[in-house]
């Protein structure tokens, strides 16, 4: 079996199956350490990325107009214990452009390996991009993973981003995105994520509502357990007339397991409003009481309302 | 004759040195549809989380015995196996559980488009929906009341079950209670609506923790209504109907 073979058979651990790369109407690139293993390319899509000794560089840009009907597979790993992968990325949607990329990162045997992503994303007036993120670490707890983006939305245009880690080991996790929000913008940021074991979580997440009515949500569901420990950011500023943002952090403790969050919200304009929730605690009494009083164990009702919430 | 579903003996409920209920008796008969009216505080809602076992109420005496054993000593999901449920005054809301998912928990249950139908929701555009905070307090309790139906219980405590319902629904709410009794569960109906309690086979009225009436739900609607109590003189019994 290849090291490609071996990595895109992980697929279904992310949620996506091999076969769909080996459909023509589908673009996809994998990216296995920093060479570049499979790559294609679709019509209205410029998939320029290039293989460097430090890192896999380069630019996807969707053109003007173009709604992408199927989504773009990125797919990046190590097929090995250890080693390193640095991407860095710059994806550009342009004018009223529309586009989905599932980003599948999957490091399955990783014991002493680090992926780090740096990647600037742009989306033009009235674009529209989601991207989910998919991540497996395999079972040691060995991956440090640093993904770092900085993202502008447009005039009217929508982005939103789905980061999940749910199974396996996380190791060590520090995601740092930067949003800036344009007039009528949309930014939609969530992180799911499962850590375990001796697992170390670090999640900044800060959009910057800019423009006039623009709106953010920043959305991070953690669940933790034995002695795994996360601290998770999110930051909202709104500058103008309309801007409205929302916080939205729920983590539950369980095992020695720790975890903090700190929202941070700041508004400088008096039109513009933005909240904050945030929970840490164990599973919610009322939602367990009820899924016992159906005749659910205890720990089956745990089970259900911990995958209900990282789903 | 036979011993009733469930009887309750002298049942005690103290919070900080206040008694919340005070020596309660209640018996229910299999398949009866008892009702239990009480004003604000009467102690309804903690006599339904004392029988459910909820964390926090255990009782300071008293015996409470379902089906023949004694239910005390048993954690909520095994009183739940004997075949007693609480359906909430304000139900839980779950994030990323559908409505297919939570009406076929852990038992057999029924078919879920028939379960929504009962309870007047249309189950094309609730069946794939979230039990979340999307939902309404109407809604909700629509489908608090189809999980009850889906577990077949030989007991459900409905708490409020009409609570968020417009009036021109409430006709639903009644079929779902009349429902439960026709595929046997024996249902402990708190209300404060007589609408809903006229169904009822038997009814009670608590006031300050006590039974102070049991009998037909007409006679114990009047006093509830005319503020009647023979324990506090209708002083407790004052529920503000505006």
């Given at each position: 079996?290849?090291?490609?073979?071996?990595?895109?058979?992980?697929?279904?651990?992310?949620?996506?199956?091999?076969?769909?790369?080996?459909?023509?109407?589908?673009?996809?690139?994998?990216?296995?350490?920093?060479?570049?293993?499979?790559?294609?390319?679709?019509?209205?899509?410029?998939?320029?990325?290039?293989?460097?000794?430090?890192?896999?560089?380069?630019?996807?840009?969707?053109?003007?107009?173009?709604?992408?009907?199927?989504?773009?597979?990125?797919?990046?790993?190590?097929?090995?214990?250890?080693?390193?992968?640095?991407?860095?990325?710059?994806?550009?949607?342009?004018?009223?452009?529309?586009?989905?990329?599932?980003?599948?990162?999957?490091?399955?045997?990783?014991?002493?390996?680090?992926?780090?992503?740096?990647?600037?994303?742009?989306?033009?007036?009235?674009?529209?991009?989601?991207?989910?993120?998919?991540?497996?670490?395999?079972?040691?707890?060995?991956?440090?993973?640093?993904?770092?983006?900085?993202?502008?939305?447009?005039?009217?245009?929508?982005?939103?981003?789905?980061?999940?880690?749910?199974?396996?080991?996380?190791?060590?996790?520090?995601?740092?995105?930067?949003?800036?929000?344009?007039?009528?913008?949309?930014?939609?940021?969530?992180?799911?994520?499962?850590?375990?074991?001796?697992?170390?979580?670090?999640?900044?997440?800060?959009?910057?509502?800019?423009?006039?009515?623009?709106?953010?949500?920043?959305?991070?569901?953690?669940?933790?357990?034995?002695?795994?420990?996360?601290?998770?950011?999110?930051?909202?500023?709104?500058?103008?007339?309309?801007?409205?943002?929302?916080?939205?952090?729920?983590?539950?403790?369980?095992?020695?397991?720790?975890?903090?969050?700190?929202?941070?919200?700041?508004?400088?304009?008096?039109?513009?409003?933005?909240?904050?929730?945030?929970?840490?605690?164990?599973?919610?009494?009322?939602?367990?009481?009820?899924?016992?009083?159906?005749?659910?164990?205890?720990?089956?009702?745990?089970?259900?309302?911990?995958?209900?919430?990282?789903? | 004759m036979a011993s009733p579903l469930l009887r309750i003996h002298?049942?005690?409920?103290?919070?900080?040195?206040?008694?919340?209920?005070?020596?309660?008796n209640l018996a229910i008969e299999p398949c009866e549809i008892h009702?239990l009216?009480?004003?604000?505080?009467?102690?309804?809602?903690?006599?339904?989380?004392?029988l459910m076992?909820?964390?926090?109420?255990?009782?300071?005496?008293?015996t409470v015995i379902f089906a023949g054993i004694d239910l005390?000593?048993l954690?909520?999901?095994?009183r739940a196996k004997l075949g007693l449920t609480l359906?909430?005054?304000?139900?839980?809301?779950?994030?990323?559980?559908?409505?297919?998912?939570?009406?076929?928990?852990?038992?057999?249950?029924?078919?879920?488009?028939?379960?929504?139908?009962?309870?007047?929701?249309?189950?094309?555009?609730?069946?794939?929906?979230?039990?979340?905070?999307?939902?309404?307090?109407?809604?909700?309790?629509?489908?608090?009341?189809?999980?009850?139906?889906?577990m077949k219980p030989k007991l459900a405590i409905l708490?409020?079950?009409?609570?968020?319902?417009?009036?021109?629904?409430?006709?639903?709410?009644?079929?779902?209670?009349?429902?439960l009794k026709?595929q046997g569960s024996a249902v402990l109906l708190?209300?404060?609506?007589?609408?809903?309690?006229?169904?009822a086979d038997a009814?009670s009225?608590?006031?300050?923790?006590?039974?102070?009436?049991t009998?037909?739900?007409?006679?114990?609607?009047?006093?509830?209504?005319?503020?009647?109590?023979?324990?506090?003189?209708?002083?407790?019994?004052?529920?503000?109907?505006?």
């Amino acid at each position: 079996m290849t090291e490609r073979d071996t990595l895109i058979r992980l697929l279904p651990m992310v949620g996506a199956e091999p076969e769909v790369l080996d459909d023509e109407r589908v673009a996809h690139l994998v990216g296995l350490g920093h060479r570049i293993v499979s790559r294609r390319s679709v019509p209205g899509l410029d998939l320029d990325l290039k293989e460097t000794p430090d890192a896999i560089v380069g630019t996807m840009i969707v053109r003007a107009g173009v709604q992408l009907a199927q989504p773009v597979h990125l797919c990046f790993g190590l097929a090995h214990p250890t080693g390193l992968q640095n991407i860095h990325l710059d994806l550009v949607v342009e004018e009223q452009a529309s586009a989905s990329v599932l980003s599948h990162c999957l490091f399955p045997v990783a014991r002493a390996a680090q992926h780090r992503m740096r990647a600037t994303v742009h989306l033009g007036p009235g674009a529209s991009l989601t991207y989910s993120e998919g991540h497996y670490h395999g079972p040691h707890g060995g991956m440090q993973v640093v993904p770092q983006a900085s993202i502008t939305v447009g005039k009217g245009a929508r982005y939103r981003s789905d980061f999940s880690l749910l199974s396996g080991s996380v190791g060590e996790l520090a995601i740092d995105y930067a949003v800036e929000v344009e007039e009528d913008g949309i930014a939609e940021l969530t992180a799911k994520l499962f850590g375990h074991g001796t697992d170390r979580i670090a999640v900044k997440e800060a959009v910057v509502l800019r423009g006039v009515r623009s709106r953010g949500l920043i959305k991070t569901r953690v669940v933790l357990a034995d002695e795994a420990r996360a601290e998770i950011t999110g930051i909202t500023e709104a500058h103008e007339r309309g801007a409205r943002g929302h916080v939205d952090c729920l983590e539950i403790v369980q095992g020695q397991a720790w975890a903090s969050a700190i929202p941070i919200v700041r508004v400088c304009h008096p039109d513009a409003k933005v909240t904050h929730e945030a929970a840490i605690g164990s599973v919610d009494k009322k939602e367990l009481e009820t899924l016992m009083a159906r005749g659910l164990a205890p720990e089956q009702a745990i089970e259900l309302i911990v995958r209900g919430l990282l789903r | 004759m036979a011993s009733p579903l469930l009887r309750i003996h002298n049942l005690t409920f103290a919070v900080e040195g206040r008694t919340i209920l005070d020596r309660l008796n209640l018996a229910i008969e299999p398949c009866e549809i008892h009702a239990l009216l009480g004003a604000n505080g009467s102690g309804k809602t903690t006599l339904a989380y004392l029988l459910m076992g909820c964390e926090g109420y255990r009782p300071t005496g008293g015996t409470v015995i379902f089906a023949g054993i004694d239910l005390l000593t048993l954690p909520i999901h095994e009183r739940a196996k004997l075949g007693l449920t609480l359906a909430w005054q304000e139900p839980a809301r779950f994030e990323g559980i559908t409505v297919r998912e939570y009406l076929t928990l852990g038992h057999a249950g029924g078919d879920p488009e028939w379960l929504l139908k009962l309870v007047g929701l249309d189950p094309d555009r609730y069946v794939d929906r979230l039990v979340d905070k999307t939902l309404s307090g109407g809604e909700r309790h629509r489908i608090e009341l189809a999980s009850v139906l889906a577990m077949k219980p030989k007991l459900a405590i409905l708490d409020e079950p009409a609570a968020g319902i417009d009036m021109l629904s409430i006709h639903q709410i009644i079929e779902v209670i009349r429902a439960l009794k026709a595929q046997g569960s024996a249902v402990l109906l708190i209300t404060h609506q007589e609408e809903v309690a006229t169904i009822a086979d038997a009814a009670s009225q608590l006031c300050n923790g006590h039974i102070v009436c049991t009998g037909s739900p007409s006679l114990v609607i009047e006093r509830f209504r005319g503020r009647t109590c023979v324990r506090c003189d209708g002083e407790a019994c004052g529920y503000d109907r505006t």
